[in-house]
């Protein structure tokens, strides 16, 4: 990513880039703060495209794990079977799956019953033309797997690299930091001393808890990893049937860490507190951290999921051969049975649009859902084997996802007469994720800074999109109301935004996003690969050694393509023998 070259590495206030909605330049004006909270103003013409920098080009090479890079079978043999493959549901692990089947060569076809794709990374348009999102969509610097996907498709140019921080905005305005930023002199200092330094010098947690921080984390399966990835994540996986507050407490962490730091990040990764989530979950995470420089680092897309992520990826799919064939929802899984009622294959699929009604048949099927999206896909007479009966144990979390635009700088906290400064292509304010332990919102940030491209409006002001989390108590809740209890939040974690008006909001409710990553779930998470032979399973709830995220979605559907790659000798031999059983059925009918 291009900066202003007055931009330190201390710059707390990061430059707001971007281009305009038809590709024009767009130059604007971000307040900066160093260290001393001293106001800068500084001007920056923003670039075409961004500086994708080191992952451009990722590889096994970048990667902690094997396991999390798997590697791409060859190009297959001329001559070689080509597969009809059928892949229901169209977000970024149907898409990751399809893409890898293309590139071996084989027929895709994607359905979807939305009208739009992309699954929880979906956004729209409403009618007066507000991009609606489903979520907060970060991408951290150990996404590889979506990276080599964005790559692909030509779309790296459209993440924004921020400054390498994690910023925790507390109560009347109080902002602090963990900062990973280290240099000497002009040398960048990696992994793990940056983070060693970043956790003892936060302000975020006293002296007493960043010792009691230290001791938790210097006795965990992470300092294995330093020397022993393998070994390591072992010992992490080991770790699935404890929260991560009793394995912290456990090794001398504190409550107050867990309050005002720990709750915050497992919220913005799981959904979950630490009391709910999965010691594995976090360790995971902090493993990839500890022993990757910049796995910690914090990119966002420069505008809207559909536009600057989905879209580009629908067109590599097309222009490969794929079909995507959108608003056709599967309404049954059609199979065979042997003597026993066990299924042997799937022989198609009952879809509809609109009323209407067809059946699509291929030698491959892929569900490639959520977890309740594969729960009621799933034949429930296929509940009778354990491998299946095993997804309808696992539950997605509930999570609300408000927007609220302002008629000014909600995060712009030292100038108040900039802060209600709107128009003439200038914003200000924190142009980062942010966390908080003192609001409802676990995560959020100002996207009129983060991705100003679809969202910075002239003679407008902030775009807060924040996630609640959790959701529960809010989703009997009017959309009315939970705006106003967001709003009101806003403004307690930012004073000097409390002569804003809040102009527009928006509230999606998704009663079941992320499964529910709690102590003992992972052994009921499926492999991509079913008891049934022409039948698999792609998301990120399937058996990845990452979390469920973006990044274990697109990880997920490299696996199951993978898979069906595999066999596809097995695959091209079924259906070439069903082939010769339907014409001897139709020559002796």
């Not at 330049?25 to 961004?50: E, W």
Request: with cysteine.
């Amino acid at each position: 990513m291009h900066l202003s070259g007055t931009l330190s590495h201390q710059g707390r206030y990061g430059s707001l880039c971007g281009v305009g909605a038809r590709g024009e330049k767009r130059s604007v004006l971000l307040s900066r703060r160093d260290r001393g909270y001293t106001h800068v103003q500084c001007a920056v013409t923003a670039p075409t495209k961004s500086n994708v920098g080191n992952v451009e080009d990722v590889g096994l090479k970048d990667v902690p794990l094997r396991s999390l890079f798997p590697e791409a079978p060859p190009a297959p043999a001329p001559g070689a079977p080509k597969l009809k493959v059928a892949i229901v549901g169209s977000g970024l692990a149907g898409l990751s799956t399809a893409v890898e089947l293309l590139e071996q060569g084989h027929e895709v076809d994607i359905y979807e019953s939305r009208p739009w794709i992309g699954g929880k990374v979906a956004s729209f348009q409403d009618k007066d033309g507000n991009h609606i999102e489903m979520g907060l969509h970060v991408f951290f610097g150990c996404y590889f797997n979506l990276f080599r996907l964005m790559a692909k498709c030509g779309v790296l140019e459209n993440l924004l690299l921020k400054e390498h921080t994690h910023t925790f905005c507390n109560a009347g305005g109080d902002v602090r930091e963990l900062d990973f930023r280290f240099f000497i002199g002009d040398t960048k200092i990696g992994a793990p001393f940056h983070g060693l330094r970043a956790f003892f010098t936060t302000p975020q947690l006293s002296p007493a808890d960043k010792v009691a921080n230290s001791l938790a984390l210097g006795t965990s399966p992470i300092v294995r990893s330093l020397f022993d990835p393998e070994g390591g994540m072992r010992d992490v996986r080991a770790l699935d049937d404890v929260s991560f507050s009793d394995w912290f407490k456990s090794h001398g962490g504190s409550q107050a860490s867990i309050d005002r730091m720990w709750d915050p990040i497992a919220y913005a990764l799981g959904f979950l507190d630490c009391n709910d989530i999965s010691a594995r979950c976090m360790l995971s995470i902090f493993q990839f951290f500890a022993t990757k420089t910049d796995a910690s680092a914090l990119r966002m897309l420069n505008g809207s999921p559909a536009d600057r992520l989905l879209a580009p990826i629908a067109d590599y799919i097309t222009q490969k051969g794929g079909r995507i064939h959108t608003r056709w929802g599967c309404r049954e899984v059609m199979y065979e049975t042997d003597a026993n009622g066990k299924p042997t294959e799937v022989s198609g699929l009952r879809l509809s649009k609109a009323g209407e009604e067809k059946i699509v048949t291929a030698d491959a099927y892929v569900a490639a859902l959520d977890v309740p999206g594969a729960k009621k896909l799933i034949p429930q007479e296929w509940r009778s084997d354990a491998f299946f009966d095993n997804i309808f144990k696992l539950v997605g979390v509930p999570v609300i996802t408000v927007q609220l635009r302002y008629d000014g700088w909600v995060t712009e906290m030292k100038d108040v007469e900039l802060s209600r400064k709107v128009g003439g292509g200038q914003g200000y304010g924190l142009n980062n994720l942010l966390y908080s332990a003192d609001a409802d919102f676990s995560c959020f940030a100002d996207l009129a800074l983060t991705s100003p491209v679809d969202y910075y409006k002239e003679g407008e002001g902030s775009l807060m999109q924040c996630v609640l989390t959790p959701a529960d108590p809010y989703m009997s809740k009017t959309n009315e109301d939970i705006a106003a209890e967001v709003d009101a939040q806003v403004r307690k974690l930012f004073p000097s935004s409390r002569g804003l008006t809040m102009t527009w909001s928006s509230v999606v409710k998704i009663g079941q996003s992320l499964y529910r990553e709690a102590p003992g779930m992972d052994p009921f998470r499926p492999d991509q690969k079913t008891p049934v032979p022409n039948f698999y399973l792609a998301g990120s709830y399937t058996k990845q050694d990452y979390i469920d995220s973006m990044e274990g979605a697109t990880l997920s559907g490299r696996q199951c393509a993978y898979k069906i790659v595999d066999d596809v000798p097995s695959l091209a031999a079924a259906a070439s023998a069903a082939a010769k059983k339907t014409t001897a059925a139709a020559a002796s009918s």
